[in-house]
Structures are given as structure tokens and as C-alpha cells.
């Protein structure tokens, strides 16, 4: 999401930003899709198949390959047919097809739509919960927003729009390579808009691109009044002027492309989140020891690690809130301190109305500092 989310990025939000690969260079343009020509399920077959009842030990062993999924019939298909309304209802002849895929993504050169699979089940859905503590593109709003933001990838591809000297004077010179891994955003600018969250649209010029089309597709959203004054406002109507003189011209650049040229479905569950957990992983440095004594200072009182333990989720919710962080990657700093804080002996006054705030605080500042420089780290 060429460096679009074309490549095979993992998540999608972030300054890694959720769109870090997991997959090697060689493999991330190999995309398989899973249709119903390739499987035969019908709609029913895939509702009753026999790995919706199986606990999740047993479901991680099933290959994604294997499980017969695919669009048609599915919640999301309505969604789809939204997506293509509303290219429709701006004069727009073009209608990406969509595909399942291991995320959300646009192959590199192709003008077609990655959607990840655990959105087609409930099943899969609620594993990827399970594994991942939450379900991007879950609700239909999240969906259309990360659909409109992909449709924005594939319509620069099918009328290679990078190419025009006009758009890279207003969007800036663009790559094959891939989203960068960390990027420093600048909150405040008006440069960009905001669609996306984590000012994804600041991390490249094709992300640009993607997400000011998004604005301007976005039904409702009056963009003239919203961004009025905005030096993003000349972006939006840049492309509103783009896309007026491709109403109801086809796409220039249709490439065929085989299913097999994009097979990452072919592995089982257990081995996809055991890359995708190692992903947003981060190995915990030592020099936070003097920090976590600072926090937790009391010579007696409960164990600082049963009071992280016991206010976990509170914590974890509050300083997502803050971050847009992933909740697995929060999580798991979250359980590096509180096992550090175990392992140091380390005590907490329970009845300290300010001890939460203080250690949100801390967890949040070391989130950020991460969304900065790729790093939980402090900045010296």
C-alpha cells in the first residue's frame, strides 16, 4: 500500500507503520488469491466447513490455503459493491476487483485489491482477536476507510498516474520501494490530510496520493470546507481535477496476472502468527531498570508486577488511546516491564491516586518513542 501497499506489509498503521513486510522482498509480490474458481466451496460449504467449529489449536494447524474462503456471499461483499458505488456515483469506470489475501495490500504494478482473509469469517476473525488483540478493518467504517485508501493505490496503477509530471509536482517523486519502517511524522502539518490514522499520508508520496484520493472518495466529507486554508487543499483538488478527466475512460494499464504469481495463503495459521507476533515484537532493553525503580519505589506494599497484572487492560486501552499503537505490541511491552519488575523485586503503594497516571505516562512515552525511531527507547 510500489511502495504503496503494494508491498506485502503487515498492518497497517504506523510509523513502521503498520505496513512493516514479514514476508522477504522475494515473496512479498507473490500474493495468492483464493477464489471460488480455485476452491469450488459455495457460500454455504464455506459457512458449515468443518474448521469453524475447531478450537484455535487445532485451527492453527490448518493451512489458510485449505480453508475455502473467498468473497462471494461473504458480509464484506455489500462493502465491496459500496466501494464501487461510490467510484461510480464520481463518473469512475473502473472498479478494482478484490481478492483475499494475507493483508491489506496492492500488488506492486497491479490495479487490484489485497483484502486480508481473517476479515471473511467470523471464525478467523475472532483467532485474529485472539492472536493479535484486534481485527483491523473490523467495522464497516474501518473497512471502507482502508478500502478507499487501497482503491487510491490501484487507480495509480491502472492509469499510471506516478508518471505524470503534474502529480509528482504535487505529490513528490515516487519509489518501487517499499513504506518505510519508521518515518517522522509532523502532527500538525496541513500539508496532508488526515484519513488514516498515525498521518500515514506523510510516510511516502504514493501514501499521499492514496489517502487524499480516500478524503476526496469519502462520501459525505465536504473536503473544500473541511481542509479550507490547508496547503492539502490544493492536493485535494488536484485530484478532484485528475479524476474529472478519467470519468468513464477505462484503465490504461491492465496487466494479466496469475493467482500462483501471488501465493503467501499457502502456509498454516500457526506459522502466519508466528511471523506476524515476532513482527511486533520488540526486544526489551535493560536501561529502563532505573526507570521502573523510579516508578516503583515503595520499600513495601503489593508487587509492582501484580499491579501492572491487575490494571493491565485499563492500561493498555489508555495508552493505545493515546498512540493508535497496535494493542499486541503494547501488550507485549506491557508484559516485558511487568516481568522485569518481578524480576527486580520492585513495590508499589496501592492507595497512590496518581500511580496509574504516572506509569500511562511512562508506557506512553516509550510508545512514542518507538512511533519516532523505530526503537522503545528514550531519546538522549
Known sequence: MAFTRSSNSLGWSTYRYRRRPFFPESTRRRQHTVTSRDVGFTVREMETADWASLNDEQLLERRISSLGLK????????????????????????????????????PIGIPA????????????????????????????????????????????????????KKWQQCFGPTSREETPATYRPRPFSRSYVMHLEDWYAQSHPDEDFAETFAAWLTPGLDWRKEYAGWPALRKLEYVDELMRSL?????????????????????????YYARKRKLYADTYPDFYD?????????????TASAYL????????????QATNEKKFRVNKLLARLT???????LHVL??????DFRIAAFITTLVMNYLFTGKFKRTK
Open 113 to 164: 485489491i489485497f483484502i486480508p482473509f481473517f476479515l471473511v469469517h467470523e471464525r478467523l476473525r475472532a483467532l485474529e482477536r485472539t492472536m493479535m488483540l484486534e481485527v483491523e478493518g473490523e467495522t464497516p467504517d474501518w473497512f471502507m476507510k482502508l478500502m478507499r485508501h487501497e482503491a487510491g493505490h490501484a487507480y495509480s496503477y491502472a492509469y499510471q498516474l506516478q508518471r505524470k
Open 309 to 320: 497484572r491487575r490494571r493491565r487492560r485499563r492500561l493498555l486501552n489508555a495508552v493505545c
Open 247 to 271: 470519468a468513464g475512460t477505462p484503465p490504461v494499464h491492465a496487466p494479466e496476472y496469475r493467482v500462483a504469481d501471488y501465493n503467501c495463503l499457502n502456509v498454516k495459521l500457526k506459522t
Open 71 to 106: 468473497l462471494e456471499g461473504t458480509a464484506l461483499e455489500p462493502l465491496i459493491r459500496q466501494l464501487y458505488d461510490e467510484l461510480s456515483a464520481k463518473g469512475l469506470v473502473f472498479h478494482p476487483p478484490c481478492h483475499v489475501g494475507d493483508e491489506w495490500f496492492v
Open 350 to 355: 496501592n492507595d497512590d491516586p496518581q500511580q
Open 339 to 345: 516481568e522485569r519488575c518481578d524480576q527486580l523485586g
Open 290 to 302: 532505573a526507570d521502573l525503580r523510579q516508578l516503583f519505589a515503595a520499600p513495601t506494599g503489593i
